[in-house]
């Protein structure tokens, strides 16, 4: 079993920044693919970032490309997500989340099925 835990979430104005932690517990997740995801009030879970079990492989979602980047330190157990020049429409409860893949082809995935673990979320607020 993992357990997820986010932190780093808060009120920003716009163009600021904001760094999300997402620390891991239980099983180990160095062999997981990371994802990010976040929900807007009245709207579906959306892909944000993912990043490979060895940090090296990384892809974004296109309305956050070039302003966040993901990162992890297995050693820590602890993936990050550094979000600059953010928007109010970036306003949303964003989630960490783990996937398995290692009997997959891919080494990660934008896909919100792919991923069996959740953390509970942390509140963004980016205000205009």
Do not use: H
Not at 57 to 64: E, I, L, M, P
Not at 89 to 100: F, G, K, M, N, S
């Amino acid at each position: 079993q993992v357990q997820l835990v986010e932190s780093g979430g808060g009120l920003v104005q716009a163009g600021g920044s904001l760094k999300l932690s997402c620390a891991a517990s239980g099983r180990i997740v160095s062999n997981c693919a990371m994802g990010w995801f976040r929900q807007a009030p009245g709207k579906e879970r959306e892909f944000v970032a993912t990043i490979d079990w060895s940090g090296q492989v990384t892809y974004y979602a296109d309305s956050v490309k070039d302003r966040f980047t993901i990162s992890r330190d297995n050693a820590k157990n602890t993936v990050y997500l550094q979000m600059n020049s953010l928007k109010p429409e970036d306003t949303a409860v964003y989630y960490c989340a783990a996937a398995d893949l290692r009997s997959s082809i891919v080494v990660i995935s934008a896909t919100l099925d792919e991923y069996e673990y959740w953390g509970q979320g942390t509140q963004v607020t980016v205000s205009s």
